[in-house]
Each structure stands twice: as structure tokens, then as C-alpha cells.
């Protein structure tokens, strides 16, 4: 069936340097839209970034995202990660098998050390 | 702006009685969701809603019921809860926009456990 797949469950970076978070999917429908929902501590997701056009760059917060569907992601990407950036993050699609829902990926907590 | 509530924010109860989790939305969007959140297994979608007097089972509706008497409530109910029903459970609500993202706003969340 349909996925969406966080390959790491944990990453750690130091401020200031770059990350990269990934995500992939699988899906034998038409692909409507992708976000990454951003989860602080003891708050509840909210949108970071959506998209919906093939090899269009999407920003916000200093973060970006490229849909790429000819590999089947939608990376999340920062040049200089901050403190303030340490949380969970989800990835998430809306295909044409998933109606109105989203097909959530399991998480990738971000730590990010002085 | 947007609004997405939840009641309690947490509960404590014990093994077979009865839990209602209540939502509320002022967003006035048609669908509402039911999510737990566990470590290792992310958001998962319980039960949710197209509208008024509608429910649907989400990916792991067994041990839950769910109610919408309105546009703007949304409930999920634990007739039996069980300690396996210990959880963070999450409600939102959603519309398409223009692009057909069904980009769903995420109440505070209710931390539940069951003893």
C-alpha cells in the first residue's frame, strides 16, 4: 500500500551546521500534496512546508523541501541548524487513494547541541 | 485564527470504565480526525469524519467509537478502556484548499492513562 518512510529515527546535529531530513514515499496513485508538520515539545504538529509541484523548492523558517518524483522524496533540508529547531518532525502526503487523509510518516526527532 | 480544542488535556482512568475525549473547532472546515501518538509508531489515525453525523474507521479503530453530533464537535469515545489505550491522542480538523492539500490543524492534544 501507500507509505511514507522516515529512515531515521533520531538525528543529532551540532548548531550552526547544516541538516538534512529524509523522506521518501511509495505510491501507485496520482500525488496531490506533501508537508512536514514540526512538533515541539508538548505542542501539537503544525505545517511547516507544503507542496505539491515536481522540482519546485518550497521555504519557510529558514527550512526547504524539494519535491522530487522521479526519486519518490520530499527531503527537509536547513543550512544552519539552531537550538530552537530541536523537535519532531513528521512527514506527510495526500494521494488519490488517501481521500481526505494524510498518510503520515513515523517521525524523525531532531536534536540539535550547542 | 484557526482553532482546534480539546478536553480534557489529561485524564487518568482505569481499566474498563468509560473515556470521552471531546473536540471542538472553529475552523468550520467538514472533516475532523482522531489520532494516538506513541513512540515508535508516530501519528495514527483513529477514526475521523466528513461532516455532521458521519464517522469512518481510520487505521486502528478497534477498542473506539466516535461520535460527530455537529460541525464543530467531534468526540472519541473508549466504552472499555484498557492500559493499552495509554496514549497522547490528538484531534484535527481540514478542508481542501485550492490545490486539494487537505492540510489538517492539530488541537493540544490529551494524555491519557489508564490504570
Known amino acids: 500500500g501507500d507509505s511514507v518512510t522516515q529512515t531515521e529515527g533520531l538525528v543529532t546535529v551540532t548548531e550552526g551546521l547544516p541538516v538534512k531530513l529524509n523522506c521518501t514515499y511509495q505510491t501507485t496513485y496520482l500525488t496531490i500534496a506533501f508537508f512536514w508538520y514540526v512538533q515541539y515539545l508538548n505542542e501539537a504538529p503544525q505545517v511547516l512546508l507544503k507542496?505539491?509541484?515536481?522540482?519546485k523548492r518550497t521555504e519557510h523558517q529558514g527550512f526547504h523541501a524539494t519535491l522530487h518524483k522521479s526519486s519518490s522524496s520530499f527531503h527537509l533540508q536547513k543550512s544552519s541548524a539552531q537550538l530552537s529547531d530541536s523537535a519532531l518532525y513528521y512527514c506527510?502526503?495526500?494521494?488519490?487513494?488517501?481521500?481526505?487523509?494524510?498518510?503520515f510518516g513515523i517521525g524523525t526527532l531532531l536534536s540539535v547541541k550547542p | 485564527e484557526a482553532a482546534v480544542t480539546q478536553s480534557p488535556r489529561n485524564k487518568v482512568a482505569v481499566t474498563g470504565g468509560k473515556v470521552t475525549l471531546s473536540c471542538n473547532q472553529t475552523n468550520n472546515h467538514n472533516n475532523m480526525y482522531w489520532y494516538r501518538q506513541d513512540t515508535g509508531h508516530g501519528l495514527r489515525l483513529i477514526h475521523y469524519s466528513y461532516g455532521a453525523g458521519s464517522t469512518e474507521k481510520g487505521d486502528i479503530p478497534d477498542g473506539y467509537k466516535a461520535s460527530r453530533p455537529s460541525q464543530e464537535n467531534f468526540s472519541l469515545i473508549l466504552e472499555l478502556a484498557t492500559p493499552s489505550q495509554t496514549s497522547v491522542y490528538f484531534c484535527a480538523s481540514g478542508d481542501a484548499d485550492w490545490g486539494g492539500a487537505y492540510e489538517q490543524y492539530f488541537g493540544p492534544g490529551t494524555r491519557l492513562t489508564v490504570l
Open positions: 506527510a502526503l495526500r494521494d488519490g487513494s488517501s481521500g481526505n487523509k494524510l498518510i
Open positions: 507542496s505539491s509541484t515536481d522540482n
